[in-house]
């Protein structure tokens, strides 16, 4: 490619995630996107995104966990495959761009390049993973962790959703995970090269039209369950209950309070649930969740267990039983080196403003670069707000993305 060219298709972009937006639970009131795991919706937009992949002249086809892939055979077989790519499914009221960008992205990129340059020398594949964000069931990167053997489609007999709906049912009564399906785990990947929404607020503070992410943060999620005694709100003195709310609140101010303390990290409290979850009745038991980042893999542990420890401490001096079960562990991962310099040239000849920087979000690149050579490229977020209806990137800056992308395509394909 001798310039890479710039494209204005970011109206175009937006049509298409506004389509795509459509594909949700309940209208939400608020704009948002819920697009769950192997919920209708899920379905729905994996079928629109199979249609435009075909339409922008890709062979599509699906894996045996619910990963659509679009292809465009490269004239080289004994290559390796170039992938792009992100995750179809969201948080609850989530927003438009987080995942689907990367996937219409991917997907104006191959159409460009087989539109304009034809057969590509190395096969180039766009996916949409069937999920990535652990918003349904107690497991994340569901999709590219099967794709890279983190897990096989029958991982997680025993996980089960908040109605008690397992993984494996939910799989199989929306046509996956059945015999004969093609299996997931790939082995002819050279490289992974994710577009995505930066969802934090440096790129607008510094006024820089693309992110080349450096490094993904370390992340841990676990489950804190609280069991004490559920009694009658009216008779039971101050000093007397074993009171599984109140103990929750102490350990979120101390979780608040230690993470203050430590430089860089972030630690969240997404969701809580009390049971029996009725206002004139001393919760007997309330579960939360925490999630909890770091760029360093020490400090990540270190927080952790003395997180932990305290934690042990406001259970025994409250007399209640306590259970701490992790259910994600990522430690922070490099991206490659020579893809983001490679993705800094383009920027330049493209005339795009642009810094190298950490993500603060976890991405399904962090499972492909131990595996194959590894890059992200962010657009800036709207005041950095993300998981929210109000996550937005101008059609400008959505267009910007995929310039740098085709062209980064175009030289790792077709030279
Ligand atoms: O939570 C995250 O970092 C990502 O959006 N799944
Ligand atoms: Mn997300
Ligand atoms: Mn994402
Ligand atoms: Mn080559």
């Known amino acids: 490619m001798d310039q890479p060219v710039r494209f204005d298709m970011g109206s175009e972009l937006w049509l298409l ?5 459509t594909f949700t639970e309940g209208t939400e009131a608020t704009g948002g996107v819920t697009r769950l795991l192997y919920t209708q919706p899920w379905k729905e937009a994996q079928a629109f995104l199979a249609e435009t992949m075909t339409e ?3 062979d599509v086809r699906f894996d045996k966990v619910g990963n659509l892939f ?3 055979q490269g004239s080289n077989p004994d290559v390796p495959v170039i992938l792009t790519g992100s995750h179809i499914d969201t948080v609850r009221n989530g927003g438009k761009l987080d995942g689907a960008y990367g996937i219409m992205g991917g997907i104006a990129a191959l159409k460009y390049l087989k539109e304009t340059h034809g057969t590509p020398i190395h096969t180039l594949e766009v996916v949409s993973f069937c999920e990535e964000e652990g918003s349904r069931f107690p497991i994340a990167y569901w999709g590219s962790g099967n794709v890279t053997g983190l897990f096989d489609p029958h991982s997680g007999q025993e996980l089960l959703d908040v109605e008690g709906t397992s993984l494996q049912s939910a799989m199989e009564a929306s046509g996956f995970g059945l015999r004969g399906q093609p299996d997931c785990k790939r082995g002819d990947l050279g490289a992974f090269v994710e577009l995505h929404i930066e969802q934090g607020v440096i790129l607008e503070r510094m006024a820089k039209q693309i992110g080349i992410v450096e490094a993904i943060v370390g992340q841990r999620r676990y489950s804190v369950s609280l069991r004490g005694e559920a009694n009658h709100a009216g008779t039971t003195p101050m000093n007397m209950r074993s009171d599984a709310m109140a103990c929750a609140a102490e350990m979120i101010v101390r979780l608040e309070l230690l993470a203050a303390r430590a430089a860089a990290l972030v630690a969240t409290v997404g969701r809580i649930q009390a049971a029996p979850n009725i206002p004139n009745v001393i919760p007997g038991t309330v579960e939360f969740t925490l999630d909890i980042r770091h760029d360093n893999e020490g400090t990540l542990s270190w927080f952790c267990d003395y997180l932990f420890q305290e934690y042990e401490d406001i259970a025994n001096r409250r007399g209640l039983g306590l259970a701490i079960t992790p259910w994600l562990a990522t430690t922070p991962v490099p991206m490659d080196r020579s893809l983001a310099e490679q993705i800094e040239q383009v920027c330049g000849k493209l005339s795009l403003s642009h810094r190298r920087m950490f993500s603060g979000a976890g991405h399904d690149a962090q499972l492909f670069s131990p ?6 490229i962010f657009v800036p977020s709207k005041a950095g707000i993300s998981h929210s ?5 101008s059609p400008e800056q959505l267009s910007d993305g995929v310039s740098v992308l085709a ?8 030279e």
């Open 17 to 21: 995630l506004e389509k795509l937006a």
């Open 407 to 414: 062209s980064l395509l175009y030289e790792m394909a077709y």
């Open 70 to 72: 679009g292809r465009l």
């Open 389 to 393: 209806p109000d996550e937005y990137s």
């Open 371 to 376: 595996i194959c050579p590894t890059a992200m």
């Open 56 to 58: 922008a002249g890709l």
